[in-house]
């Protein structure tokens, strides 16, 4: 997939005349040449504090169809425009449109032969050239080869990362990555090639895109991995999308992932902190009380419609722990987390195994997935922060310690199992 | 420019899993009855679920199929049956999409007699370009000796051709001609098929039976040298234009004549091994392990870059031609009750039906494929257990339409049952309706479904692709236990051979500590100690076991694979703070024990630390010295120089010498890199030769080095303009060998003691210091000395010697040329006449036979005789100089003689004793008589102590057999002064007695005569009887030839005893002590040997 021979002739005229730059700057946040340009300013004016002498340039996407305009303008910052993909419909094109992006950055810095580069989503200019100068120190003056972004978010954003994403990779793949789909991210020069490498496929080879793939890709490639302390992340891509469809389209092409690199992660025992560089930002976060109502009402009602799908996916063991969440009543209703991890262990296993069509059998997580919500918003909200980040630890310890089971079921997929 | 192949890296084969078929027999899209390439294309998610990797594509080109297609009418292009040139393009599209790879056949060695080639041939005069593509001659009785393969159909190599008016030659069917590759137009027009293929995206291709490539006479026409020019040619041509491709050999031959077909790595990539195949069956209706320990201790080691081909079974018949006699007929018995079972030298069946369809047996032999060093190969339909049909002719019997589902024709076509190109298979138990695809695929406890799961299993480890292999050698012989490695990758495998639950110990106490984790099932399994391992394995039960390091308890904190070492400053880097750490703790004990030099391997290593170490050659490489020390506190100091290499240099290393890798490295200004051996980067080994040229000096943090030019080195080296391109010796053993061009030779002495090494030693001394000139010419030396240390040798350089060989392989070529010539001569007055030890024959009826059947061996033994006295006399020359000086022999040296030989043959005999329940029960006689003998051996060496002795000890050779010494022009020059390894420095140096090397040399006359009686007699049984006689005599006759030589070049000389009777004893005394220290080493590692060194004790 990457690959800079998609970079058009013309861009590449632009590029060869620029010849060299230290850095380069994707701003993926901006949508108009107007803010692309203040941002890209504020960000050059925030960098000469680092290096005074340091040679920048900025890629932009916007809706131009001229691509590969470059120029440098009257503030003296040289800003290379890019063709934004078509608006996207699904959370799978938007991917789609942010690897584009990802891979137009990476060639772009592979002929300015650049140190580090990096891609930043956010059009708030002040906050952007803050969030730059954090992603790229690390590289310039530490050695790493991929910063990813570390949020601070409320209790109840980002869910499906706390629940799935984050404690299911940082077990598989051994290293403790809060963000590992963080968008704004920071790339050295090696990170760069190895993106450049790790997708490179045949023509007309089907792709699944990992909203993950960069980090898994730094991982396996054994490069050194580090975290940023940011603000703020990014709204997803798609605000009040269907939640079953997101988690299809956010899981299958994961585990798709892990098929690929299981040879690396079936060795692995344990897992790694990873450095986080910058101080953690707060967030102030007013107290809210979830109605968790519903959540276990959809649950209930999956447990009678989904079970022939479930019993398809899931052990007897697992299956007959959810039955016996049916029966709690709401105040009581807890989900112990070695139940959610082996629910989620086995959805990857059947995903895998191809036991059903994949998209149904994704969509089929949606009730257990509101179910382990509704869980931990009874949980958890109440609870002071620091108490919260150690349950969400407390659940990767789970993960891990249920390794095991995954990697026997993983390699030895027999569906006779308790 | 290369073309790369669709794989991503250059060493894919290694990790492949290969599927062969047939496209006529896979699926028909057309109704046509016959299979074809849309059939094929359809069918290609099914072979991506499997698993496998690599398409494996039967001859699909226009043929007259008289031979399956092997008998190819047109190269380049395909048979209308199977579709056309598109439809392959499209599948060879499809395959790539999917990330398989795809190997189709080269058939070089013939054509079909339909191809114009050969019609142009046949009507061209005598001596014309055209006539000249194939082999021709007036006579049918040229090349007489060369067998015929195909026996059931061919009386003869040559076919009479009545258009040509000649006889035309060929291999296999007689009409299937073969190329002449004498022309070198045949040979380019073969080069351009390749290139047509290849630049159409095909990634691999099978050369079809090589051996047969070129003719000569004189010769059996198989494995010539020319055959290995031509190779090398094609290969050379491949690597110009072409990446990531594949050649296969297809050569059925014993292991030591296919390793030839690899080259220095610079011939075939991959070979099969054919004779494991038989003895994997062999091994499972025995129930006993040796059949395969046996052949892959005859396995040779290959390039690195290279791999053999695995196999259970293929489209030919289960070939018995690399078995004896005696195995075949087993074989047959065995495995093909019904003689319409059999074709040519083999049995015509499927998997399945050979092990009566017992999902067990079938499971056991697919963990050895899939687990023993190789890339395995399947035969389409063997993923579900398909049977064959013996009523079909020549081995269309294993070659009838998968079973696709239970429909007409087995899903296979929709044609008319009678269209299709072969019947399917239809009996109750094989047939379509109960083994096909669909079913089993519904079925999740269905064989596809098994071995799906296995083949992802084995994915996930590169361990069985490329790793090591060393067996253990538990008592229970119906279990076969093997230990695989590769960097950091643990794994044991075992399995039991039987139909009943087996019992057995594992000695595993060399991986004391780690943790075995059962591989299929992720279980963890009890941690290994210093006491034997034990298991319990149900009929036919496997165990594959990930050996982890230890954890106390708590979750492993994983390796950190991000922390690679910067370079960006220098070495400082690598040998301090983090990277000296990482070195030390991971990156040399993981690195050593997969070094063939490193001596340490049966042992744990408990730490490696750098004691030692310096920048040469600028900052390119550095020679460290590094301690390792083993958990049973023994320790051994070790030569490491390493070099840092980066972007291709770097790739080239992964690629060809990955071995020699010890971890990855990075630099700001270089990017990625590898620190390596630094004798696979030329510039450091031009940098060895310079630094002894120079006479150069090179502190070190703990020491220096020194090197040293000999007086000839300026005429050794020759003339300075001519470059001498370094390169590396294929034959590396407990040293490492640099090549100079043709005209010097570097030894990099690995394992280093404080002090001169014998083999640098003797060699300056024989080369500065007298005329013996029988040794390669001595160039110089590099020194290596610590502080407040004695200097070491840490390389020597010599005169490179043109040769034909070393002593040992010369004269087992001999020998098996004098076992043909006898086998058939009854020994004169019978058998029994050689007596069992003693032979009958008066001395000059021996001589006489001798002399009419040993042909030039007898004279070139006396040849070697004169020389090893020389060197002996050479050796005695100075009494100046203290470490050459000989000494006369005292009788508390014999006491101290006497005292150690006793020892050692305790020893020994009470080693043969613990294992006398082991040995093959034919040798259990010889073992129980020579142990009835003990008391009179050990009393022979009490003798030895009362003598009164008049020699002297000088410095002796060491370790002197034949395969110390190097044939040149019906002469020798001997070499390796080093002694036995595993003694320490100063017990190789120590003076001796010379008759110590010569009962050496006479021991390995003993075992050249018995090695090659076993080699000649194991395809050929029935003549051991016949032929052991002329062994005894032959190494009776070569010994007393040798000896007498020796005797009259040392007569009178003062290290020798003048009292033939103290000579003798002493001699004896010296032959028992070689004999058992050959007893304990084959009771360890060959048990179907002990019977050589068996011969030799009771024969004394």
């Known amino acids: ?418 | 420019m290369q073309v790369s192949g669709s794989a991503q890296e250059p060493l894919w084969y290694k990790d492949a899993i290969i599927y062969e078929l047939h496209v006529k027999a896979f699926c028909d899209s057309n109704n046509d009855g016959i299979g074809d390439f849309g059939g094929l294309l359809q069918k290609l998610d099914f072979l991506h679920q499997l698993g496998v990797t690599c398409i494996w594509l039967l001859p699909f080109f226009p043929s007259p199929l008289r031979d399956d297609g092997y008998d190819i009418a047109d190269y380049m292009s395909v048979h209308p049956s199977y579709g056309t040139m598109e439809e392959f393009r499209a599948f060879l599209d499809a395959a790539h999409q999917r990330g398989l790879q795809v190997m189709i056949e080269l058939v070089m060695n013939h054509t079909s007699d339909e191809h114009p080639w050969f019609q142009t041939a046949r009507n061209s005069p005598p001596g014309s370009p055209e006539r000249d593509y194939y082999v021709w001659s007036d006579t049918d009785r040229k090349y007489d000796d060369v067998r015929i393969i195909f026996t059931d159909t061919e009386k003869s190599n040559w076919t009479w051709d009545p258009i040509a008016k000649a006889y035309f030659w060929h291999r296999f069917f007689s009409h299937q001609p073969d190329l002449n590759y004498d022309n070198p137009v045949v040979v380019e027009e073969m080069l351009k098929v390749m290139r047509f293929w290849l630049e159409m995206g095909v990634d691999g291709l099978r050369l079809d039976a090589i051996p047969y490539l070129i003719e000569r006479d004189g010769t059996n026409c198989e494995n010539l040298p020319e055959t290995h020019v031509l190779i090398k040619k094609v290969r050379s041509e491949l690597d110009h234009s072409f990446s990531n491709r594949l050649i296969l050999a297809e050569a059925n031959q014993w292991p030591t004549d296919v390793r030839p077909y690899f080259g220095d790595g610079d011939e075939c990539h991959m070979a099969f091994h054919f004779p494991l195949m038989p003895r994997m069956f062999m091994a499972l209706r025995l129930e006993d392990r040796l059949p395969i320990t046996e052949i892959m201790a005859q396995t040779p080691a290959i390039p690195e870059n290279c791999q053999w081909g695995l196999f259970l079974r293929n489209h030919d018949e289960l070939t018995l031609e690399m078995v004896s006699d005696e195995e075949r007929d087993y074989m047959y018995t065995a495995y093909s009750a019904d003689p319409r079972m059999r074709v040519n030298i083999g049995i015509r069946r499927r998997l399945a039906p050979l092990v009566d369809n017992n999902r067990r047996r079938i499971e056991m032999l697919n963990s050895l494929l899939f687990s023993f060093p190789g890339t395995p190969i399947l035969y389409y339909g063997d993923e579900i257990g398909m049977g064959d049909n013996i009523y079909l002719g020549d081995r269309n019997g294993v070659r009838t339409p998968m079973q696709w589902s239970p429909d007409r024709n087995a899903g296979f076509s929709r044609a008319t049952p009678a269209r299709l190109y072969s019947p399917v298979i239809i009996d109750p138990v094989y047939g379509f309706e109960a083994i096909n695809v669909e079913a089993q695929e519904g079925d999740p406890s269905s064989l596809l479904n098994w071995m799906r799961n296995m083949i992802a299993l084995r994915k996930l480890f590169r361990v069985f692709g490329r790793g090591t292999l060393e067996f253990l050698n538990p008592a229970n012989r119906k279990i076969l236990a093997y230990l695989r490695y590769y960097e950091g990758e643990h794994v044991l495998c075992v399995a039991n051979l039987s139909r009943f639950a087996q019992p057995v110990e594992l000695d595993l106490a060399a991986l004391a500590g780690l943790r075995p984790i059962e591989m299929l099932g992720y279980v963890d399994f009890p941690p290994i100690t210093r006491r034997p391992y034990t298991l319990t394995l149900g009929p036919y039960g496997f165990l594959w076991f990930e050996l982890h390091k230890p954890s106390d308890g708590r979750p492993e904190e994983t390796e950190d694979p991000s922390a690679i070492c910067d370079v960006s400053e220098g070495w400082e880097a690598v040998f301090t703070g983090a990277g000296l750490r990482n070195l030390e703790s991971r990156g040399l004990p993981e690195y050593l024990p997969r070094q063939r030099w490193f001596g340490g391997k049966a042992r744990q290593i408990q730490s490696a630390n750098i004691v030692d170490w310096g920048e040469f050659n600028g900052p390119k490489s550095a020679l460290a010295m590094v301690d390792v020390r083993y958990e049973d506190l023994s320790s051994d100091t070790y030569f490491v120089p390493l070099a840092l290499s980066f972007g291709a240099a770097a790739e080239e290393i992964r690629s060809s010498a990955s071995n020699s890798i010890v971890f990855a490295v990075k630099s700001r200004r270089q990017g990625d890199g590898v620190l390596h051996d630094a004798v696979f980067d030329n510039d450091t080994c031009a940098a060895f030769l310079s630094f002894i040229e120079e006479r150069r000096a090179l502190p070190t943090r703990n020491g220096s080095l020194q090197g040293n030019p000999s007086s000839s080195f300026t005429e050794l080296r020759g003339a300075t303009q001519v470059a001498l391109p370094p390169s590396r010796g294929s034959a590396e053993q407990s040293n490492s060998s640099i090549l100079y061009g043709d005209r010097l030779i570097m030894k990099l002495f690995r394992r280093q003691e404080a002090g001169p090494n014998p083999d640098c030693e003797i060699s300056s001394f024989l080369s500065e210091k007298t005329d013996f000139r029988r040794v390669p010419p001595f160039a110089g030396s590099i020194e290596y000395r610590r502080e407040g240390s004695e200097a070491s040798t840490l390389g020597m350089l010599q005169g490179l010697v043109r040769n034909e060989g070393d002593g040992w392989k010369w004269t087992l070529e001999e020998l098996d040329r004098y076992y043909e010539h006898c086998a058939r001569i009854p020994f004169p007055g019978g058998e029994e006449a050689g007596g069992v030890f003693a032979p009958a024959l008066s001395e000059a009826q021996k001589n006489a036979l001798a002399r009419e059947h040993l042909g030039i061996y007898l004279g070139s033994a006396a040849v070697l005789g004169r020389r090893t006295g020389e060197m002996h006399l050479a050796l005695a020359s100075d009494a100046s100089d203290p470490a050459f000086a000989p000494e006369a022999l005292r009788v508390e040296d014999m006491h101290l003689l006497a005292s150690e030989l006793r020892e050692n043959s305790a020893r020994v005999f009470g080693a043969l004793k613990d294992n006398l329940a082991k040995l093959p029960d034919e040798i259990v006689e010889q073992a129980g008589l020579t142990l009835s003998r003990r008391r009179q051996y050990l009393e022979r060496f009490r003798l030895i102590e009362r003598l009164e002795i008049d020699g002297q000890r000088t410095r002796i050779h060491g370790d002197y057999h034949l395969g110390q010494i190097l044939r040149v022009k019906n002469d020798y020059i001997i070499l390796d002064f080093e002694g036995e390894p595993a003694r320490s420095l100063a017990e190789r140096r120590t003076k001796h007695s010379p008759l110590k090397d010569i009962a050496g040399m006479l021991r390995s006359f003993s075992y050249a005569a018995y090695a090659g009686l076993l080699n000649y007699t194991a395809r050929r049984p029935e003549y051991f009887k016949t032929l052991e006689p002329w062994a005894r005599l032959w190494e009776r006759s070569t010994a007393d030839e040798f000896l007498r030589e020796y005797r009259v070049v040392t007569a009178g000389a003062a290290f020798h005893s003048q009292d033939e009777g103290t000579f003798q004893t002493l001699l004896e005394a010296y032959l028992l002590d070689k004999a058992l220290y050959e007893l304990r080493y084959e009771l360890d590692n060959r048990p179907t040997w002990v019977r050589i060194p068996l011969w030799g004790i009771l024969s004394l």
């Open chain 1, 1 to 418: 997939m990457a690959d800079i021979d998609t970079i058009p002739q013309e861009t590449k005229a632009e590029i060869e005349q620029i010849g060299r730059a230290e850095l380069v700057i994707g701003l993926l946040g901006c949508d108009s040449s107007g803010s692309a340009e203040a941002s890209a300013v504020k960000a050059t004016e925030k960098l000469r504090l680092l290096a005074p002498d340091i040679n920048a340039v900025f890629v932009h996407w916007e809706g131009s169809p001229e691509p590969g305009k470059a120029a440098a303008n009257d503030s003296g910052v040289r800003l290379l425009e890019f063709p934004r993909g078509a608006e996207s419909e699904s959370l799978l094109q938007a991917g789609r449109a942010r690897v584009r992006a990802q891979n137009d950055l990476f060639g772009v810095a592979r002929l300015l032969a650049a140190d580090a580069c990096c891609l930043i989503c956010t059009d708030e200019q002040s906050e952007g050239a803050e969030c730059m100068a954090r992603l790229i120190e690390p590289i310039l003056t530490l050695d790493q080869d991929l910063v990813i972004a570390r949020y601070q978010r409320p209790r109840f954003d980002g869910l499906i990362n706390t629940a799935i994403i984050y404690p299911l990779l940082s077990a598989v793949y051994g290293k403790r990555v809060q963000w590992p789909m963080a968008q704004d991210l920071g790339f050295s020069r090696k990170m760069v090639e190895r993106c450049l490498s790790a997708r490179q496929v045949r023509p007309g080879q089907a792709v699944d895109l990992s909203p993950a793939w960069i980090t898994t890709a730094a991982v396996t490639g054994g490069l050194q991995v580090c975290q940023a302390g940011l603000r703020t992340r990014p709204e997803s891509a798609r605000p009040g999308a269907d939640l079953s469809t997101v988690l299809a389209e956010l899981l299958g092409p994961i585990f798709l992932e892990m098929e690929r690199d299981a040879p690396f992660w079936q060795k692995i025992r344990g897992s790694q902190s990873v450095p986080v560089f910058g101080d953690a930002i707060p967030v102030s976060e007013e107290s809210s009380h979830v109605d968790v109502r519903r959540m276990i009402e959809s649950f209930q009602l999956g447990f009678r419609n989904l079970q022939e799908v479930w019993n398809l996916a899931l052990s007897p063991a697992t299956i007959l722990g959810m039955k016996k969440l049916t029966r709690l009543a709401p105040d009581q209703f807890r989900m112990p987390d070695e139940l959610w991890v082996r629910i989620v262990y086995d959805f990857a296993l059947a995903f895998r195994a191809r036991v059903m069509n994949r998209d149904h059998l994704l969509r089929a997580v949606t009730p257990v997935y509101l179910a382990w919500v509704a869980s931990y918003a009874l949980e958890v909200q109440d609870a002071h922060e620091t108490e919260v980040k150690d349950r969400i630890e407390r659940l990767c310890g789970v993960y891990e310690a249920e390794k095991p089971y995954f990697q026997s079921r993983w390699r030895w997929p027999d569906r006779f199992n308790p």
